[in-house]
């Protein structure tokens, strides 16, 4: 794994070592994947501007994100069917999140139940991420899976009241397999139990409203964070409605292909909100330099998705933690170079537009 320098290195070997049907569903956007690539090359827009002579001798990339004292500032994002990209799946993703010392967010399409991600790493915080079902007894269950199973936080999907076009998995002709199953799902629909993973999808509401968002963050006693935003009326809306957190945005370029990257909305939806609710940001973070940038932008923390899918397929949990590792390293070398302690210190002069 010496060879393995970077992100990208990752994802190179991760495409060698995949089959088609799985490599294309992990990798694919939306659409042209416009949006997707924007996520990435977005953070080239910005440039650093680094200060000098500040005494950088000892930096920590530490940071509180809701109450949870996480080694850095990078949280794993949800990510359905983590078992075709190792047979560990999500229990390898929750071992290596507790090694790094982040949170991991578990999706309810996962492909371990929720009582199996605990009890890979019993001490860590982990958050769960939910969809809201058509019948709401399901959605209902999920969430008692998650509290039971000790979940910190609610992690609610609001970009997916359809799934997004993705032609790469049409042309690999990839359908999810029925095994591994989705227990947290399955276990929902009780009696229903006889729809194929397939149609899963079609369980979830498309008449999802603020409505549910009021009732969720009343009914539970979790906080409940707002994923998938991107405006700045959207985030006002969410904090109206209860929620603890908010995550800007486009799931990672796989709902709808066109919008701006997620860094990009960032400022509008941080201005909005203001010290209300703490902001996170998901999307095209492939550097610890992405990380300054965000964080420079007002983030509390960036949510790393297909990064730590292509560390799982290389090698398991070594290999997720080892991305996150890559990224916190590269955070820190950031941080000293521009005259920062820890990221507390980063500010909204670190960063300008690049013409
Ligand atoms: C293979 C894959 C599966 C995903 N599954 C979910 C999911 O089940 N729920 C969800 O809210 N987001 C899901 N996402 C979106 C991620 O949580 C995140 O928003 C996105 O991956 C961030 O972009 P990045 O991959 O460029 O880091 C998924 C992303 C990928 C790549």
């Not at 939306?30 to 930096?59: F, I, K, M, Q």
């Not at 071992?95 to 492909?111: C, D, L, P």
């Not at 359809?162 to 999810?176: A, K, N, P, Q, V």
């Not at 276990?187 to 008449?207: D, N, Q, W, Y």
């Amino acid at each position: 794994m010496d060879d393995l320098l970077n992100v990208f290195d990752y994802e190179r070997r991760a495409a060698d070592l995949l089959p088609p049907g799985p490599l294309g569903y992990f990798a694919a956007g939306a659409g042209d994947e416009w949006t997707l690539r924007e996520n990435v090359s977005a953070y080239r827009r910005w440039t650093l501007r680094p200060r000098l002579l500040r005494d950088v001798e000892h930096v920590t990339t530490m940071r509180t994100v809701l109450g949870h004292e996480l080694a850095a500032p990078i949280i794993v994002a949800p990510m359905a069917y983590q078992r075709h990209a190792h047979p560990e799946g999500e229990v390898a993703t929750a071992r290596a999140a507790a090694a790094f010392g982040t949170i991991m967010t578990m999706s309810t399409m996962a492909t371990s139940s929720p009582a199996e991600v605990a009890a890979a790493a019993p001490e860590a915080p982990r958050w769960f991420q939910l969809y809201v079902f058509r019948d709401d007894g399901v959605t209902r269950s999920i969430v008692d899976q998650a509290v039971e199973a000790g979940f910190r936080a609610i992690v609610l999907t609001i970009d997916a009241p359809y799934f997004g076009r993705r032609e790469r998995d049409i042309r690999t002709g990839w359908l999810i397999p029925e095994e591994p199953a989705v227990p947290a799902l399955e276990s929902a629909l009780g009696s229903m139990r006889s729809t194929s993973v397939t149609e899963h999808f079609k369980l979830i509401s498309p008449s999802i409203s603020w409505r549910d968002v009021e009732r969720l963050a009343s009914e539970t006693r979790l906080p409940v964070l707002v994923k998938g935003i991107h405006t700045a009326e959207d985030a006002v809306l969410a904090v109206e409605h209860g929620a603890a957190g908010i995550v800007v945005s486009n799931h990672g370029g796989r709902q709808l292909d066109g919008v701006a990257a997620s860094v990009d909305v960032l400022p509008e939806v941080v201005e909005a909100v203001g010290d209300r609710v703490e902001v996170l940001v998901d999307g095209g973070i492939r550097r610890g330099v992405d990380v300054m940038v965000a964080l420079a932008l007002g983030a509390r923390a960036v949510l790393v998705g297909r990064p730590v899918l292509w560390g799982l397929a290389v090698d398991g949990a070594d290999g997720a933690q080892r991305v996150l590792e890559l990224l916190r390293d590269e955070l820190q070398l950031a941080l000293g170079l521009c005259g920062c302690t820890s990221p507390d210190e980063v500010t909204r002069a670190h960063v300008a537009r690049a013409v």
